[in-house]
């Protein structure tokens, strides 16, 4: 993915709100990708994954929605709440046993 | 059950010094990847194993270097660390490789000085 430097996407949403994080994905071909939550000082934590031959998963309190025509994913999280804060990175994998390819990543900030 | 493991969680290096970063799967997990990630950006991916083969490289320099063990641990050397390398260094594991069901520890960030 490309490199978005020190300064991150930021998407500030009120506590109990419903927050879309929006990906757009850099390869037509890819198979199958994934969203990570990321918050400070860890390691990114698996949320939800979805095969390319399906446009919509829903998970608990999360949903990707996946639009190939326009290479684009989006992540939905209902009732956002405070520990929803995170930094949230899509990430692709072409096909088989090609590696995981992150994209640009997007802060999400929960306003209490 | 353990998620994925990395030791140490921090560490601090002189320019020019190796470093080992050691790495342990969820159990099950017969692969292993690395990825490096800079402050501010995504994860970027360097090795993966598979079964102690290597199975892919990202465009990393021969500087970087890893292995994995029969019971599918897995160690990262850096040669020759450069200010540059300073960076949260990422292990992650799944059943079969690929990037599919990719699951992170959390991580050990490196700095060089």
């Known amino acids: 993915g490309e490199s978005v430097g020190l300064h991150l996407p930021t998407l500030s949403v009120q506590e109990g709100d419903n927050s879309i994080i929006n990906c757009a994905y850099s390869?037509?071909?890819?198979?199958?990708f994934i969203w990570y939550k990321q918050e400070s000082g860890k390691g990114p934590q698996f949320i939800i994954d979805i095969r390319s031959n399906m446009d919509k998963r829903q998970g608990q309190r999360v949903t990707v929605l996946l639009n190939k025509t326009v290479k684009h994913l989006s992540l939905q999280i209902a009732a956002t709440q405070p520990g929803d804060s995170a930094v949230y990175f899509c990430?692709?994998?072409?096909?088989?046993?090609?590696?995981?390819?992150f994209g640009k990543g997007t802060r999400l900030s929960v306003i209490a | 059950d353990a998620g994925v493991t990395q030791s140490p969680t921090h560490l601090i290096k002189t320019r020019g010094q190796h470093v080992t970063l050691r790495c342990s799967p969820i159990s099950g997990h017969k692969s292993v990847s690395w990825y490096q990630q800079v402050l501010g950006q995504g994860p970027q991916f360097i090795f993966q194993y598979y079964e102690k083969e290597e199975r892919g490289r990202g465009n990393f320099p021969d500087r970087f270097s890893a292995r994995q063990f029969p019971n599918y641990s897995s160690e990262l050397n850096v040669n020759a660390l450069l200010l540059g390398d300073s960076a949260l260094y990422l292990c992650?594991?799944?059943?079969?490789?690929?990037?599919?069901?990719?699951?992170f520890g959390s991580g050990t960030q490196l700095s060089v000085l």
């Open positions: 992650a594991s799944n059943q079969q490789g690929g990037g599919e069901k990719l699951f």
């Open positions: 990430a692709e994998v072409l096909s088989g046993n090609t590696p995981l390819v």
């Open positions: 390869n037509s071909a890819s198979d199958y």
